[in-house]
């Protein structure tokens, strides 16, 4: 009986019994097809999905995926190629995501290596150049869905279950770990926030990295002392992550080491800086210092304000220099909203 006359003679469940009897009894196997070792997308740009092929074929295939996952497609180019590819791009790295949560085949030791290459390639392209003193609206990459793609399955690669950091330690480097930070200057918030997680994942699972991180983690806070065009931004985005308390823990580690390099600085903002902003998220980071060891936060505070007044008590001029601080900060807000209310007059 031929497959149309099937189709008229039956319907719904029925049809699928007929199939399945006959594929069953023309002896339609996949296990019977040859082992293919290679992929290449079809003319509409596209691998078959992992669960589509022979368990023996998915080796080849996710190697072809990940060779697949390293092209750029841009989100900004009009063309229909282009359109095809990263469309298939995100189908692909939603796969991904699939197997990162829980699949021992994405820790396959013939592939582990290339696919954190990938994503890390997908990571850390160039950062966009973009003012974010000049702009009103808040920057958004027109590359984040496959960077947001990328960050989300690393996460979750830290989170799988068949995850060893033993089998890991040869791939994740020091230089992957400084281009990370190094993207935390992205002007895309969305990217950053995802970046502090995977740092965060990182932190915790590979311990021989922990110094390595500290210091990075040190250095990103202390670029806002040099602010000026090519660091625009920076200090905003870098005292937010110290902020986060995952980051004053890894600062309560090392307290004694990291304190005294960091508040110097953290007080001159804090009396002198510019811009508001700043100087509220320094006022926050000054109290969560000094709630960690507030007797070494005030001997410090004393010996960089050089007070000479026994008669004061060194925990009142510690919370006095972040008092002042804070109303000097609202001072500027208050300022700068009288500033505004009146440019709309001075057209008139």
């Not at 097809?33 to 290449?40: S, V």
């Not at 060893?164 to 990217?191: G, Y």
């Not at 992550?241 to 804090?270: C, D, G, H, T, W």
Request: charge should be negative.
């Amino acid at each position: 009986m031929g497959w149309q006359k099937i189709r008229e003679s039956f319907s719904g469940k029925q049809i699928k019994q007929r199939v399945s009897a006959v594929a069953r009894n023309t002896k339609i196997s996949v296990l019977d097809a040859p082992i293919r070792t290679e992929f290449e997308p079809d003319i509409l740009a596209r691998l078959p999905k992992l669960t589509h092929v022979h368990p023996m074929e998915q080796i080849s295939l996710f190697r072809a995926k990940i060779k697949y996952c390293s092209e750029f497609y841009s989100f900004t180019s009009k063309d229909e190629t282009v359109r095809r590819y990263r469309e298939h791009k995100s189908q692909t790295f939603i796969e991904f995501a699939e197997q990162a949560k829980s699949s021992q085949l994405i820790m396959n030791e013939s592939i582990r290596e290339d696919f954190v290459t990938m994503l890390h390639k997908n990571i850390v392209p160039p950062i966009p150049d973009y003012d974010d003193e000049l702009s009103e609206e808040e920057f958004k990459d027109p590359q984040f869905e496959h960077i947001g793609f990328a960050l989300n399955i690393f996460a979750l690669i830290l989170n799988n279950r068949h995850f060893k950091a033993s089998k890991m330690k040869n791939i994740i480097t020091q230089s992957l770990i400084s281009d990370l930070f190094q993207q935390m200057s992205h002007p895309d918030e969305r990217i950053r926030e995802s970046l502090k997680t995977v740092i965060h994942q990182l932190y915790t699972n590979f311990i021989a990295q922990r110094t390595f991180i500290r210091r990075e983690m040190n250095n990103l806070l202390l670029e806002f002392i040099y602010e000026d065009d090519s660091y625009r931004g920076v200090a905003e985005r870098s005292l937010y992550f110290l902020n986060k308390p995952y980051i004053i823990e890894l600062i309560e580690s090392n307290l004694n080491r990291i304190m005294p390099q960091i508040l110097p600085e953290l007080i001159v903002a804090a009396e002198g800086h510019w811009n508001s902003s700043i100087v509220h998220l320094v006022c926050n980071i000054l109290r969560s210092l000094m709630e960690l060891d507030e007797d070494l936060f005030s001997r410090l505070v004393d010996e960089i304000m050089k007070t000479n007044e026994d008669e004061c008590p060194r925990r009142s001029t510690a919370r006095n220099t972040i008092a002042r601080a804070s109303q000097r900060a609202s001072e500027m807000e208050r300022r700068q909203t009288i500033a505004m209310e009146a440019q709309p007059n001075a057209n008139y």
